[in-house]
């Protein structure tokens, strides 16, 4: 079966930086767009950044952009988020998801990993 399995969640400083990696098995991953979308204690899902297949193709949240990146190892089937300049704000259990487009909808994301915490303090 396809599993997403997201690390490198935890707590930090407000400005400072912290790497997530999705890593994962079960599917063709080099074929899939991968996707990082996040959930506030009291909110909703929401998207935080998309890549293509290839990795040529990237998008993000306005409320990121400038500080993420998102990258993947196509050799290693792993995804990447870096986080940089965190704000208090970004404090949510972070999610990769697995598609075959690179939509910012959660619906059209078929594979979704377990989650990973982070917390950014003030």
């Known amino acids: 079966q396809v599993q997403l399995v997201e690390s490198g969640g935890g707590l930090v400083q407000a400005g400072g930086s912290l790497r997530l990696s999705c890593a994962a098995s079960g599917l063709t991953f080099s074929t899939y767009a991968m996707g990082w979308f996040r959930q506030a204690p009291g909110k909703g899902r929401e998207f935080v950044a998309t890549?293509?297949?290839?990795?040529?193709?990237?998008n993000y949240a306005d409320s990121v952009k400038g500080r993420f990146t998102i990258s993947r190892d196509n050799a290693e089937n792993t995804v990447y988020l870096q986080m940089n300049n965190l704000k208090v704000e970004d404090t949510a259990d972070y999610y990769c998801?697995?598609?075959?487009?690179?939509?910012?909808?959660?619906?059209?994301?078929?594979?979704w990993g377990q989650g990973t915490q982070v917390t950014v303090s003030s």
């Open positions: 890549i293509t297949r290839g990795g040529a193709g990237t």
């Open positions: 998801a697995a598609g075959s487009l690179p939509a910012t909808a959660e619906r059209l994301y078929p594979y």
